[in-house]
């Protein structure tokens, strides 16, 4: 083994590994981004269209813990239960709003649908697109009924993509600035940091999210 002075100046990084979806098809996942994703955010950048990223994520209260610069290790209160706060997201593409239909008991169709329409709602001035992935209550003949209905396009990514999902980093974002080692007494309270959080992407957290939510998408086509 090298010394830390050593590899460092041999170039090296102390880089956590990272790991690729189980079943991806990298090829697909190139075709996709290529062919389909860069088109409608070249329109979206140009201010032609409307693109959203959509996707659930499911927040169990328990303790986040993170890394902290301290003396000694610190140790978070746990709390009681597990309590669920579901946020099903989309995330503009351009300037990062972000709409939500959230609940504490579980995500389907019905809520995909009542989120596609208050994205219709909202933006009417330019066509829509959301690009979402290909769970089973977002992929169904009644979810794109309704999003035919509301003239919202929808493009689903290639399975095992969520590396081309852009609000998966909003969502490990959300963790690290609000949940990661921080204790909340009250399920009220847990939801309340989320919430919160989510709503401050275009103020508060704006330079932040810049520089995390560009369209650089990472391909997995030379993994080792």
């Not at 008991?105 to 066509?127: C, G, H, M, R, W």
Request: hydrophobic share 40%.
């Amino acid at each position: 083994h090298t010394s830390t002075g050593v590899s460092k100046k041999n170039g090296f990084k102390h880089l956590k590994a990272g790991q690729t979806p189980a079943k991806l098809n990298s090829i697909d996942q190139e075709i996709f981004l290529e062919e389909k994703l860069k088109p409608v955010l070249k329109e979206a950048t140009d201010n032609k269209r409307h693109v959203f990223f959509m996707d659930a994520s499911h927040f169990v209260m328990s303790a986040f813990l993170g890394y902290l610069w301290c003396l000694t290790r610190i140790f978070i209160k746990a709390p009681s239960g597990r309590q669920r706060y579901n946020v099903l997201g989309a995330l503009h593409a351009v300037t990062h709003q972000v709409v939500t239909f959230t609940n504490d008991q579980y995500i389907n169709s019905y809520s995909v649908v009542e989120l596609l329409k208050q994205i219709a709602l909202e933006f009417t001035d330019l066509p829509i697109t959301i690009v979402l992935d290909n769970a089973k209550y977002q992929r169904n003949a009644f979810v794109m009924g309704e999003a035919s209905k509301l003239k919202i396009d929808l493009l689903f990514l290639p399975t095992y993509s969520p590396n081309l999902n852009l609000i998966e980093r909003l969502w490990k974002f959300v963790k690290s600035e609000c949940l990661y080692s921080k204790h909340y007494e009250k399920f009220p309270e847990f939801k309340t940091a989320i919430n919160t959080c989510l709503s401050d992407t275009t103020n508060k957290h704006k330079e932040k999210l810049s520089t995390l939510l560009t369209h650089n998408f990472q391909l997995f086509n030379k993994t080792s």
